[in-house]
């Protein structure tokens, strides 16, 4: 896979199929890599905007669910001029096969950019089973 | 009965989308700045003696910015890296966020000093507040009585 360059991409809304929130306003996707390492799943996220206290992470039958929360009261008294971009909250949800020890998750938030490290339950990591020789011989 | 109304509206993002929209759609507005599509996207906003321009810059080191001002040119370079993987790392089942050098430069009306921003870096975003020259900030002007008969009254 080649890394991707940096170009300016159109934010992409969450689609609500009938499911809206109380709160009006746009959602959008945070851009996502998702790895696999040894005995965990690693997961970043962009958002941009986001400060921890308004970020949620929840796990809840295997769903991953990620929320941030964008304040507006840095854009109070000013008024937009030339524009870009929109500004939105954060949504997104996965599905993990892999069974995750809710409780061993870590989440960091730093510079935009969430961080989750879900570590795998035991019996689902990989085991190599060490071939010994028979008995006897 | 009226709705009741637990937020005003007003502060809320969804009012911000909608000003951000109608200047998004309006060209009058977009006079003086140039360069849409170029990697970072930016919002500019108005203040009294102030633009503040915004960028969505997550994950950059604050060390990595270079910011550099020439004439009405304002140059922001800086480098997006990617994390650490770890030592025992087998491979990405996804991979949308984009990683890389970039070079911006804005280009400000006449009215503003690019010489005197001033740059803050917090959550992912990049802030430049650029100072008006003083003889374009707004000016208070008051109205005086032209003669001595309106100075009476």
Redesign the interface.
């Known amino acids: 896979?080649t890394?991707?360059?940096?170009?300016?991409?159109e934010k992409q809304q969450v689609q609500t199929k009938g499911q809206e929130k109380t709160?009006?306003?746009?959602y959008y996707m945070p851009?996502?890599?998702?790895?696999?390492?040894?005995?965990s799943l690693?997961l970043?996220a962009?958002?941009?905007?986001?400060?921890d206290k308004d970020l949620s992470v929840t796990l809840e039958n295997n769903i991953l669910t990620i929320e941030g929360?964008?304040s507006?009261s840095?854009?109070?008294?000013?008024?937009?001029?030339?524009?870009?971009?929109?500004?939105?909250?954060y949504f997104r949800q996965f599905t993990l096969n892999e069974t995750i020890d809710a409780g061993r998750i870590k989440a960091s938030l730093?510079?935009?950019?969430l961080?989750l490290d879900l570590p795998k339950v035991k019996k689902a990591r990989p085991r190599k089973i060490e071939v010994r020789p028979a008995q006897g011989k | 009965m009226a709705l009741l109304r637990f937020e005003d509206p007003f502060s809320s993002v969804l009012a911000l989308q909608q000003e951000l929209e109608r200047t998004l759609l309006n060209p009058a507005f977009s006079m003086g700045f140039s360069g849409y599509g170029a990697y970072p996207p930016i919002n500019v906003f108005d203040e009294k003696e102030h633009a503040m321009i915004v960028a969505e810059v997550p994950g950059l080191d604050l060390k990595s910015f270079d910011i550099s001002a020439q004439g009405h040119t304002l140059t922001i370079h800086s480098e997006r890296k990617r994390e650490e993987e770890g030592g025992d790392w087998m491979g990405y089942h996804r991979r949308e966020r984009a990683f890389g050098e970039f070079s911006r430069s804005i280009q400000l009306p006449e009215e503003f000093e690019a010489d005197k921003a001033e740059a803050k870096y917090g959550n992912g975003l990049l802030m430049i507040r650029v100072p008006r020259h003083e003889a374009a900030k707004p000016s208070q002007i008051t109205v005086q009585a032209a003669s001595e008969e309106a100075r009476r009254k």
């Open positions: 896979m890394p991707q360059e940096l170009v300016k991409k709160r009006p306003g746009v851009e996502v890599d998702i790895g696999e390492a040894g005995d690693k970043w962009d958002m941009p905007g986001v400060s929360m964008v507006t840095m854009y109070e008294g000013l008024s937009p001029r030339y524009t870009e971009y929109n500004v939105g909250n730093r510079n935009g950019v961080e």
